[in-house]
């Protein structure tokens, strides 16, 4: 008997592959749920995509499994994907020693004081993009607030200022990341994956990425050229200058991926928490009047259960190599994917008490979110390397349309989530209303 038999893989479904793949299609969280219920906290899904992956629902199974070695659990393999987009040598996608030498190159820029000269970009990006809100006519806030991040991204991770260069810049990675986050998005993944020149849409996303990359190395042969590059606070400039224990420094080719995985990583998912954390609290009353005081405190707790009650990503994966890996007495053969589910495990009644609530309160002092009950980041040493970033970013935001702005929601029902690539979105973008000009800054 093989040590997996042994075992054995946690119980599942048996309906035809071809159902299961239904399943996740069409009613994806309530199929999922009920597996949950009927199988309990480790299950083992078989669709056309995949023939065997294990889905964790769990809070003590996700910590064994977020504890896990890097070694033997592949995230950057289960974000493979993403590879054409990125590059091979992407933080995203690199496993093992390799990707912990990338990682602790780039920690520091997102660490304590280095995460403080950010906010004020953050908060004159945000000054900029309420300045342009129509006034008394319905407008999306998702597309707003994308380009609110990308512009946060090309200030304080690319180091651009206002002009021409930064503008071109802009529209060449526009022109790259855009067709992704369209429905089409995930298809359109697969068909690089499989072959770079397999039709028109595939050409041009290849041309685009060549614009892009063209800009990328240009500018990295300037800067490390620049005799002020130390002085500089953004993290390009920091990523050219870091120097792993053996004192070399990341190449050009992985400074590139490293730039593209940021921003892909780091634009649209906080675009998307913005919009999400705004409808929720414009159909709050309570909450969003709270809010309205201004207390930080209070605004870290509203960000937390926004992103408990809608996570941007709905799970993050770990493909097993090498031994087998054991998890809630489960032996889990090489070859196969774990993923804890992130929208299952945070809408738990057992964890969250009335957990479909939209209730900060439950993350004030003394309720803290517990490391492996609230996910939305992921975990382990795969953890989001932007999740500060990000927070600080979405709180700076809130705080500006709070401060300056009368919103309203256009409609009385929150808005559907739909999946778009690898992330949860508002379907209709979250529309909204400003009642009057926003005040001065
Ligand atoms: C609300 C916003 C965000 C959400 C919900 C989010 C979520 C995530 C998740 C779920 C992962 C995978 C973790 C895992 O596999 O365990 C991840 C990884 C990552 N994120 Fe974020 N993220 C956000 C914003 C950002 C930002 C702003 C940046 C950077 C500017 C960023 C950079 C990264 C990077 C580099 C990784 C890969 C880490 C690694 O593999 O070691 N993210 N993020």
């Known amino acids: 008997m093989s040590a997996h038999n042994a075992v054995g893989m946690p119980p599942g479904p048996r ?28 299950v083992t899904f078989s669709t056309l995509f995949d023939s065997s992956f294990v889905m964790l629902f769990d809070p003590g199974l996700v910590k064994e ?6 070694d033997q659990l592949h995230a950057g393999e289960a974000n493979a994907l993403l590879g054409p987009v990125l590059g091979e040598r992407s933080v995203l996608l690199l496993d093992g020693a390799e990707h912990l030498r990338q990682r602790r190159l780039m920690l520091p820029s997102f660490h304590g004081r280095r995460l403080q000269a950010y906010a004020e970009v953050m908060r004159e990006s945000a000054d900029t993009e309420i300045d342009g809100w129509p006034v008394g006519q319905q407008f999306p ?5 994308q380009s609110l991040t990308l512009r946060v991204i090309m200030r304080a991770i690319f180091g651009y200022r206002d002009g021409a260069e930064e503008r071109e810049l802009q529209r060449a990675l526009r022109a790259m990341i855009d067709p992704l986050s369209r429905p089409r998005g995930m298809m359109l993944l697969a068909l690089l994956g499989r072959s770079r020149d397999d039709g028109a849409l595939a050409r041009r996303f290849e041309q685009a990425r060549r614009q892009v990359d063209q800009i990328l190395f240009a500018e990295i042969t300037r800067r490390r050229e620049e005799p002020g590059l130390a002085d500089r606070e953004d993290v390009f400039s920091a990523l050219l200058l870091a120097e792993d224990e053996g004192g070399t420094r ?16 780091g634009h649209e998912t906080t675009a998307t928490g913005l919009a999400w954390t705004l409808d929720l609290l414009l159909h709050s009353p309570a909450v969003l009047a709270r809010a309205l005081d201004g207390d930080a405190e209070y ?16 799970g993050v994966g770990r493909v097993v190599r090498g031994e087998p890996v054991r998890v809630g007495g489960y032996l889990i053969p090489p070859g196969v994917e774990i993923n804890p589910s992130i929208r299952v495990i945070h809408r738990r009644e057992e964890l969250y008490a009335d957990a479909g609530a939209f209730r900060p309160e439950r993350f004030l002092a003394g309720g803290a979110p517990d490391t492996y009950t609230w996910i939305p980041f992921g975990g382990g040493t795969r953890r989001c390397l932007g999740a500060s970033f990000a927070q600080m970013e979405m709180r700076i935001v809130l705080e500006r349309v709070l401060s300056r702005c009368a919103l309203r929601a256009a409609r009385p029902e929150l808005e559907k989530a739909q999946l778009r690539t690898i992330t949860l979105v508002p379907r209709d973008g979250v529309l909204v209303v400003q009642e009057r000009p926003p005040s001065a800054r």
């Open 15 to 42: 309906l035809p592959r071809v159902l299961q793949t239904a399943g996740f299609i069409f009613g994806a969280p309530r199929f999922i749920e009920a597996c949950r219920r009927r199988y309990g906290d480790a």
């Open 65 to 70: 499994l977020f504890q896990g070695s890097g």
């Open 141 to 145: 806030l998702l597309p707003s607030m």
């Open 250 to 265: 990341l190449s050009d080719k992985e400074v590139r991926d490293e730039l593209v995985t940021l921003l892909l990583a």
């Open 299 to 314: 605004l870290d707790a509203v960000i937390k259960e926004s992103l408990r009650i809608r996570p941007v990503i709905p």
